[in-house]
């Protein structure tokens, strides 16, 4: 089965930092781009950042740029985003993607004083 | 960015009657390689959008026929054609034809 783990989300003051981790399973993680995707509270979608199969590209939106880094381990079959310098306006789940077909079921950060 | 502009953004819609949904993109969605990048994602209460249709009407698997997708350029629309129960969802296109890739403001579908 096609599966998508995130892991990390968590109540972090304005300011600090988080890594997030997807853990992917069924499938060969080192052929596809994978993606974050977050959705704030009652709000729509906002694609983050991606990173093409061998991690040699790598691209962001503009609102996490200089603050966001993506990577990835395909040795482990895994996808982090590292989140530095998070701001109340970053409180979202989270979302791995595998192209935009396969969604992992998210993971909440929350950014509050 | 494209800028992606969905119509209505509440759709309610008695059980059995068809259901349209107007997406448009502020810009062309024809990638260089020929194909149109354009995917439309159901999200139901409580779970992780799903995608339904990609390249503009081809269908995911396990996606019903009665829920199909055309359209071409910067115009598309999402239609179904007998609503039913299980589509109260909100529904979103997205482009990913140019970076970033970016999603329409979603069209939350009700039975009336």
């Known amino acids: 089965e096609v599966q998508l783990v995130e892991s990390g989300g968590d109540l972090v003051q304005p300011g600090g930092s988080l890594r997030l981790s997807c853990v992917a399973s069924?499938?060969?993680?080192?052929?596809?781009?994978m993606n974050w995707v977050r959705q704030a509270p009652g709000k729509g979608l906002e694609w983050v950042a991606n990173i093409k199969e061998d991690g040699s590209e790598k691209y962001y939106v503009d609102s996490v740029k200089g603050r966001f880094t993506i990577s990835r381990d395909n040795a482990k079959n895994s996808l982090f985003l590292q989140m530095n310098s998070l701001r109340v306006e970053d409180t979202a789940v989270y979302y791995c993607?595998?192209?935009?077909?396969?969604w992992g079921q998210g993971t909440l950060v929350t950014v509050s004083s | 960015d494209v800028v992606m502009t969905q119509s209505p953004l509440s759709l309610p819609v008695t059980l059995g009657q068809p259901a349209s949904i107007s997406c448009r993109s502020s810009q062309s969605l024809v990638h260089s390689d020929g194909n149109t990048y354009l995917n439309w994602f159901q999200q139901r209460p409580g779970q992780s959008p799903r995608r339904l249709i990609y390249?503009?009407?081809n269908w995911e698997s396990g996606v019903p026929d009665r829920i199909s997708g055309s359209g071409s350029g910067t115009d598309f629309t999402l239609k179904i054609s007998r609503v039913e129960a299980e589509d109260v969802a909100v529904y979103y296109c997205m482009q990913s034809t140019h970076w970033p890739f970016t999603f329409g403001q979603g069209t939350q579908l009700e039975i009336k």
């Open positions: 390249t503009v009407s």
């Open positions: 069924g499938f060969t993680f080192s052929s596809h781009w």
């Open positions: 993607v595998r192209g935009s077909s396969v």
